[in-house]
Nanobody, 125 residues
């Protein structure tokens, strides 16, 4: 089955940038949606960016809109998350996910079927 592997996490000071990558083990169909989620200790996993693979439509919550950008390179089977102007509240484990169909709310955790192992992002003040 589909496997996802994240990379690019690390420690950065507030105001800095990081670029996360998610490599897929196989070609992702245009019927899929893909997303980035994060989970801070003691908190629920939340969606920070999503994309409809076929149409390229993107989705963000208000907390990251204008700072985070999701993109894809289907030829490389790779999903990206560019994170700028990072804040300490952005700290958490970041996960890549893929869903076998598209939903009207692609930031919802329950709409995804495949998950990576995560990469840690730590933002210090």
């Amino acid at each position: 089955h589909l496997q996802l592997v994240e990379s690019g996490g690390g420690s950065v000071q507030a105001g800095g940038s990081l670029r996360l990558s998610c490599a897929a083990s196989e070609y992702i169909s245009g019927n899929y949606q893909m997303g980035w989620f994060r989970q801070a200790p003691g908190k629920e996993r939340e969606g920070v960016a999503a994309i409809y693979v076929g149409g390229g439509y993107t989705f963000y919550p208000d907390s990251v809109r204008g700072r985070f950008t999701i993109s894809q390179d289907r030829s490389k089977r790779t999903l990206y998350l560019q994170m700028n102007r990072l804040r300490p509240t952005d700290t958490g484990m970041y996960y890549c996910a893929a869903g076998e169909t598209i939903y009207t709310n692609p930031l919802d955790v329950s709409t995804y079927h495949y998950w990576g192992q995560g990469t840690q992002v730590t933002v210090s003040s």
